[in-house]
């Protein structure tokens, strides 16, 4: 994973913070969250060297349960790109 886009992402992050201060924003934080994991999935999907059991375990860290339509959607999707369905 790139470490300058990182770097860059939170000084966004930061940035939209402070101009913010003192607001109660909570779906924007719940955006910037789940935008975060959606671009963490991506890359994960993308990389070769990343296995389906460290895939799984980033999406648990999330917090989605096996049970939930999320999970098994994200589930489904490595197995498509992978060729594992």
């Known amino acids: 994973m790139n470490m300058p ?3 860059d992402q939170d000084l966004r992050d930061i940035q939209a913070e402070e101009t913010t201060r003192g607001k109660k924003q909570p779906k924007k934080a719940l955006s910037l969250a789940r935008r975060r ?7 994960m ?4 060297r990343c296995d389906e059991e460290t895939y799984v375990e980033v999406i ?10 999320e999970f098994r959607q994200l589930l489904a999707l490595w197995r498509k790109r992978r060729g594992n369905d």
Do not use: N
């Open 37 to 43: 994991m959606i671009t963490q999935m991506a890359r």
């Open 45 to 48: 999907l993308q990389d070769p």
């Open 5 to 7: 886009d990182d770097k």
């Open 60 to 69: 648990r860290e999330y917090g989605l349960q096996e049970e939930s339509d």
